[in-house]
């Protein structure tokens, strides 16, 4: 079983168009967060939850938005995209918030045409 | 605040020879230290951490860190590198004081290649 799983893998759109990525974890933990990695494998804190509760939310354009439905679950949905958005975005859990060993998924690369 | 700078962006190194990642951090407060690999196409996954104790760490793969407060480094090390050790590394943060950010900060990345 992955510990971490998101969906989907890949994903190419058009501009403007609204996608969204989901993401599961079956470890238990109480933590999730997503990161985006661009070209030059600089990875960025975009949102974390803490027992469905938003506890990180860094300096995004209002059109991610973040939902967990359940602490097991972080999904991410992003409106009108942009070329900018082209990226590698990667769903992670921890224990709780205070540890800093992270698991990751393997990541959704979101391509933006 | 925190931040974590990685000196060299790229590695090169040859097969068996040893190697060296540097990592240096700034934190006002105590703070936890990670290193990351990636794997081509993976995600990360944690190759070795520091909380306390020993200020020298061990983690998988053969890798070691050594923890250097005055310095403020965390620098990674491995004796004998194998061609499967080609990865990017990340060097990480996070303040454990209780006062500061829940936010675990990344260092941009350094790329390891090692040539056979």
């Known amino acids: 079983d992955t510990a971490v799983s998101q969906t989907p893998k890949y994903l190419v759109t058009q501009m403007g168009n609204d996608k969204s990525i989901k993401c599961e974890q079956n470890?238990?933990?109480?933590?999730m967060y997503w990161y985006k990695q661009d070209s030059k494998k600089f990875l960025k804190i975009m949102f974390s939850?803490?027992?469905?509760?938003?506890?990180i939310n860094e300096t995004v354009p209002n059109r991610f938005s973040p939902k967990s439905p359940d602490k097991a679950h972080l999904n991410l949905h992003i409106n009108s995209l942009e070329l900018g958005d082209s990226a590698v975005y990667f769903c992670?859990?921890?224990?709780?918030?205070?540890?800093?060993?992270?698991?990751f998924g393997e990541g959704s690369r979101l391509t933006v045409l | 605040a925190q931040s974590v700078t990685q000196l060299d962006s790229q590695v090169p190194v040859f097969e068996e020879a040893p190697v060296e990642l540097r990592c240096n951090y700034s934190?006002?407060?105590?703070?936890?230290l990670f290193w990351y690999v990636q794997y081509p196409n993976q995600g990360l996954q944690l190759l070795l951490k520091?909380?306390?104790?020993?200020?020298l760490v061990k983690g998988i793969n053969g890798f070691e860190a050594e923890f250097n407060k005055s310095q403020t480094s965390f620098h990674l090390r491995k004796p004998s590198v194998h061609i499967s050790d080609t990865a990017e590394y990340f060097c990480?943060?996070?303040?454990?004081?209780?006062?500061?950010?829940?936010?675990?900060?990344f260092g941009k990345g350094t790329k390891l290649s090692v040539i056979p």
């Open positions: 992670a859990s921890s224990r709780d918030m205070n540890t800093g060993e992270l698991f």
């Open positions: 470890l238990g933990h109480d933590t």
């Open positions: 939850y803490n027992n469905k509760e938003l506890i």
């Open positions: 934190s006002s407060v105590s703070v936890y």
């Open positions: 520091y909380l306390s104790g020993s200020t």
């Open positions: 990480a943060v996070k303040d454990h004081s209780g006062a500061g950010s829940y936010q675990l900060t």
